[in-house]
């Protein structure tokens, strides 16, 4: 995700507030998804300085601004990647040439948006959100959205805990019977026609039908607890992919090296080699002359930051040390995600 200063700015200061009024600050979508990994905030660099500079100006007169601070500094821009954008990046983009044109002071955030591919610039200024393609005013859709993907991606790997390890389990059982002798294995054959021969008599006697009774109440109380804040995510989720739809931003048609490698960066989960990043590119040519080309560029680009020997990134850190998540903001904002399911439950009961 990219933002214009004036998102930016309201964002950290909607954070710093709490709605009854109670000092302190609260979780967001947006913080939400930055702080499980849902989320990736990439900002050029004259975009710290403008909200360094005019967040007194955006504060109401009963806003804590020192808590502000504080939050953007640890919260916001710690987890922030800030880039030095280069003038010629997309700048043959018509979504970057009709930017120059009314307001060339945000082009480097509509050059990296359109660079990048596949992100989301959420913004406030209309000369961002007025060219098709480029700034999405609607942000908090977006961000709400990528909060709901957490909850889904929480949900799947819940479900597939116990699936991975029945499946480890059974692995393991059947390499270790491969592995005994003749006669265990001729004793675990012997159990496993047993326990068939148990169950068909259960089915065969009505017990298997008497134990399903009993437990039928208990997954009816299961299902009604847990039933509607997952069916709530997953219309929520529905609803996100079509906001995706609609604010994400497509890169440039024509790109040169630094931008396609600037694209690389963006979605890699680790600083890569030269030689990875000429992989990913698959341009004509054999490896160790394209790798030469890809390690010039990122040599030569302020784009681009090595981080250890070798290993580049996109951007660099903010400079600013991480703070947690306090607990009591997460639990707030757990109880706000689901306040409607919690009434629906009220009503029910």
Known sequence: ????SGMLMGEVLQSSRRPDGSPGGRITSLLWALHRGGAVLILPRHILVEVERDLPRRARDTDDIELAYRRLRALYMSRAQVVDVPPDWGSRDPRVQALAKRHPVDLPIAQLAVTIGGCFLLAEDPDLCDI???????????????????????YAVAVSIPINFAELTTGAASRRIMAVSPGTKLACGIAAAVMMVGAFWLFKSGKASRLLD???????????IYGPPLLETLQRHNQGRLVYAQAVVTRAAAQTLGERIARVLAYAHEPVLAGGIARELETPGNLKDRTQLVRAELQSCGAFTEVTRGRWVRGRPSG?????????????????????TRRAWGEEN
């Open 132 to 154: 098709p393609g480029l700034g999405f005013s609607a942000w908090l859709q977006v961000t709400h959205a990528a909060a709901n993907e957490i909850e889904v991606e929480s």
């Open 320 to 340: 600013y040390e991480a703070a947690p998540r306090p607990l009591e903001e997460v639990a707030d904002y757990l109880a706000r995600v689901h306040k409607d």
């Open 214 to 224: 009993r437990a039928r109440p208990v997954i009816r109380e299961i299902g009604r």
């Open 1 to 4: 995700m990219i933002t214009d």
